[in-house]
């Protein structure tokens, strides 16, 4: 008898609609180390061509570092883990792709639909192909003001839930990282400072709130991942990796870009599911690309880190 058959609550493989790539999935089925990767920030957090030459160069550092990088997203109704080029310029070109985090993945599944995956929602496809380290550039959180507009990103909930480890640049301050700080702590997600001892803000090294843990190794990191889920607490970590030094912004330019940029937010109306996509653009136009250098710099800095976090869990994983 499949007693599976009863209990909807719990997932069975074969009724995904998930395809693995071949060399995601012979790496996975060996123990060997894989790096997911999100496609909205390829979609919706950068503008092409920047965004396609981002999506390949970062899967090439995450193999020179051992490892075989997962990008992933939604086509025709499929969750895909590992896409190849032609995917990735659909991604980075069509502008018929909608944005999926836990909310919308039944909505574009069940329509046979295109979409880029959040944090949030690559974390979700992430831990249905059994992988556990993701790479991005920044992560949601709550939003200013949120005490008014209740603007919290559904990646806070999906780190509080799902077993992926994710490797940021801390996240941009269009948050409020003070409140994101206090929701993660309340979520009992581990935020580790990656050889740094404050949580960073993604286009500088320094936010000015300091973070419990500070880990300066891959096998560090790799440890504490291990035990987590060994001991079932299940959910995932922040690995918030700063900038390079050599990379950072002048705070005043980027902090009155994204002022710039949240006050036409206002005025404009823009809400839900726009706004961060919208933010982003706007910083972009108004530092003149500026901080597009800079987040392609620290999103490279990311994969790097991810990669060797990877192998190092990998090697724990495969220990009889
Ligand atoms: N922050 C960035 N770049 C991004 C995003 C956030 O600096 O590309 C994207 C990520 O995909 C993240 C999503 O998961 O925006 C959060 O959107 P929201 O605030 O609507 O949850
Ligand atoms: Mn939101």
């Not at 005490?147 to 948050?175: H, M, N, P, Y």
């Not at 009992?188 to 500070?214: H, K």
Request: with cysteine.
């Amino acid at each position: 008898m499949n007693f599976q058959k009863h209990r909807e609550d719990f997932p069975v493989r074969s009724e995904i609609p998930m395809d693995i790539r071949e060399e995601v999935a012979e790496a996975l089925e060996k123990g060997k180390p894989v790096v997911a990767l999100e496609s909205t920030i390829i979609s919706h957090g950068m503008p092409y061509p920047e965004n396609i030459e981002m999506a390949r160069k970062v899967e090439s550092v995450i193999r020179e570092n051992g490892a075989t990088p997962a990008t992933i997203a939604i086509i025709g109704g499929r969750i895909k883990v590992g896409i190849d080029e032609k995917h990735l310029e659909l991604m980075a070109t069509s502008r018929e792709v909608e944005k999926a985090s836990r909310r919308d993945i039944p909505v574009v599944l069940s329509r046979k639909m295109n979409a880029a995956t959040t944090v949030a929602g690559t974390m979700i496809c992430a831990a249905l192909a059994g992988i556990r380290v993701f790479a991005t550039g920044g992560i949601g959180g709550v939003h200013r003001g949120a005490e008014k507009s209740f603007d919290i990103s559904a990646d806070l909930q999906e780190l509080a839930r799902t077993d992926v480890a994710v490797v940021s640049a801390g996240a941009k301050s269009i948050l409020d990282l003070e409140l994101t700080m206090e929701y993660l702590e309340t979520m009992g997600v581990p935020v580790i400072g990656y050889r740094t001892d404050q949580f960073p803000a993604f286009f500088s090294r320094e936010s000015g709130i300091d973070v419990l843990y500070r880990m300066d190794s891959p096998a560090e990191v790799a440890r504490m991942l291990h035990i987590k889920w060994k001991l079932g607490l299940h959910g995932g970590v922040v690995i918030a990796n700063p900038i390079p030094a050599e990379y950072s912004m002048d705070r005043r330019v980027i902090d009155s870009a994204i002022e710039k940029a949240i006050g036409e937010a206002e005025e404009k109306g823009i809400r839900g599911k726009n706004l961060t996509p919208f933010l982003l653009k706007r910083i972009t136009e108004i530092t003149g690309g500026l901080s597009l250098e800079a987040n392609l710099k620290l999103v490279y800095n990311n994969a790097e880190v991810a990669g060797q976090i990877a192998l190092k869990l990998s090697e724990l994983r495969n220990e009889k």
